[in-house]
């Protein structure tokens, strides 16, 4: 008895759930791609006026008091000491004078 050597030979009844298989991939495929241009595609219409940006908060100002520090200012703004002195590039390395206008935020 001799050994076949290469691919199998299939007669046609047996590739049906071959090319069912293939069939149903593709339209899962199909179905998919419509789903997803049905819910993407009112996303990309254009028709709309353009979303209009927030307007940026007021700032904050506090005047200093007599002992005031950065630190404390800082604390009593609720941000950090990095972010007191990036929005106060003005303020001396010995902290704000009495009455002088701190932004906090």
């Known amino acids: 008895m ?5 691919r199998p030979r299939f007669e046609p ?3 049906l759930p071959l ?3 293939r069939v149903a991939a593709f339209a899962g495929y199909a ?3 419509l789903t997803g241009v049905a819910l993407v595609g009112p ?10 940006s927030p307007s940026p908060p007021e700032p904050q100002l ?4 007599s002992g005031d520090t950065v630190a404390s200012l800082a604390a009593g703004g609720g ?13 001396g390395p010995l902290g704000p004078e009495p009455g002088e206008t701190v932004r906090v935020r």
């Open 31 to 33: 179905a998919a791609l």
């Open 79 to 91: 941000v950090s000491v990095a972010r007191l002195l990036a929005l106060n590039p003005d303020l």
């Open 62 to 65: 506090v005047q200093a008091r």
């Open 13 to 15: 009844a047996d590739r």
């Open 43 to 52: 996303v990309l219409d254009d028709d709309e006026a353009p979303a209009v």
């Open 2 to 6: 001799a050994i076949p050597v290469g």
């Open 19 to 21: 090319y069912g298989a």
